[in-house]
T-cell receptor, first 115, second 112 residues
Framework: DAGVIQSPRHEVTEMGQEVTLRCKPI?????LFWYRQTMMRGLELLIY????????DSGMPEDRFSAKMPNASFSTLKIQPSEPRDSAVYFC?????????????FGPGTRLTVL | GESVGLHLPTLSVQEGDNSIINCAYS??????FIWYKQESGKGPQFIID?????DKRQGQRVTVLLNKTVKHLSLQIAATQPGDSAVYFC???????????FGSGTQLTVLP
């Protein structure tokens, strides 16, 4: 079975540029989570969706960050304009309430470097 | 001032020995706990979970122990292998919240 798919795996961009990260959750999963991981702050939840609807975006750092989930099989995290402090690994995870427990399954991550 | 980077606790064990990784969780209302393993360059990978109505759960070579009185979780790995070298995170949540709160992680290094 395909796991969570993220693209690109690596992104290097210059400060001020727009960055779009993509995620395809596991088929049948109806909850999707975006995380950011840095050495300074560890794993941080940015936003999560349930049935394509954003439920909690309190972790989104600022207005430069936005996330969408237009359908059950695709989500994007956009940073505009990007800044060097946004450099991190961004993970997407998905889960389903159909299982008895809400185990989240993570994608391989996108390593973002903003110069 | 700016805080320094996270200082991950580290654990080094000899190949074949047992490993015990500890985690103190923060929310006494948490009722579901998960251990994740993260290898270099990869996303966190589910290892084992436990509900708050249990105090022990065993998997293949791994055992999770939960002590709700002191809000402590541990992961025991039997006969540790080189492939077990990774950062291990505990995560907690409540069924109603559905959001995971991750600990800072422990770096496990298996020595030959």
């Amino acid at each position: 079975d395909a796991g969570v798919i993220q693209s690109p795996r690596h992104e290097v961009t210059e400060m001020g540029q727009e960055v779009t990260l993509r995620c395809k959750p596991i088929s049948g999963h109806n909850s999707l989570f975006w995380y950011r991981q840095t050495m300074m702050r560890g794993l941080e939840l940015l936003i999560y969706f349930n049935n394509n609807v954003p439920i909690d975006d309190s972790g989104m750092p600022e207005d430069r960050f936005s996330a969408k989930m237009p359908n059950a099989s695709f989500s994007t995290l956009k940073i505009q304009p990007s800044e060097p402090r946004d450099s991190a690994v961004y993970f997407c995870a998905s889960t389903t309430p159909e299982t008895e427990v809400d185990t989240q399954y993570f994608g391989p991550g996108t390593r973002l470097t903003v110069l | 001032g700016e805080s320094v980077g996270l200082h991950l606790p580290t654990l080094s064990v000899q190949e074949g020995d047992n490993s015990i990784i500890n985690c103190a969780y923060s929310n006494s209302a948490s009722d579901y706990f998960i251990w994740y393993k993260q290898e270099s360059g990869k996303g966190p990978q589910f290892i084992i979970d436990i509900r708050s109505n249990m105090d022990k759960r065993q998997g293949q070579r791994v055992t999770v122990l939960l002590n709700k009185t002191v809000k402590h979780l541990s992961l025991q790995i039997a006969a540790t292998q080189p492939g077990d070298s990774a950062v291990y995170f505990c995560a907690e949540t409540t069924r109603s919240a559905r959001q995971l709160t991750f600990g800072s992680g422990t770096q496990l290094t298996v020595l030959p």
